[in-house]
């Protein structure tokens, strides 16, 4: 179908004056649209990755828990894989939090700040963001 699209918009005879030229570039145009691809990024994108956490903001009961989430996404909103993250607490004792599985429990009535990190040796930590957990 894309040959015989082409074929309309290029001039009949093979190869003719531009032609291939003009074949061969709506070809690349047309294979990149229909992959979702662009050539040129949008002047609102960059490298950076959005992150998410979630919950960002929650209020939770004393002896309840949940597991909180890292999520990363490209400009183009296609979600990524990221390195491993770690859970740390900035006040221990109102919450206990899993540094592995980001599992956090409340223990007291309080506020408390979790912070999502991705470890990275000699280069320090990358602070993904930070949780704050309400218990009541």
């Known amino acids: 179908m894309e040959d015989v699209l082409l074929s309309a918009l290029c001039c009949h005879s093979k190869c003719a004056g531009g032609c291939c030229m003009v074949r061969v570039f709506l070809g690349v ?56 993250t770690t859970w740390l607490l900035e006040e221990p004792g109102v919450v206990a939090v899993d540094s592995t599985s980001g599992k956090v429990e409340g223990l007291a009535t309080g506020d408390a700040k979790v912070d999502a990190v991705q470890r990275r040796g000699s280069l320090g930590d990358f602070s993904f963001g930070t949780l704050t957990v309400h218990v009541r």
């Open 29 to 84: 145009a047309l294979a990149l649209g229909l992959t979702g691809c662009t050539l040129l990024s949008s002047p609102s994108c960059s490298t950076e990755l959005e992150v998410t956490l979630s919950p960002r903001d929650t209020t939770i009961a004393t002896g309840t828990s949940f597991t909180a989430a890292v999520e990363t996404r490209t400009c183009g909103g296609h979600q990524t894989d990221h390195p491993p």
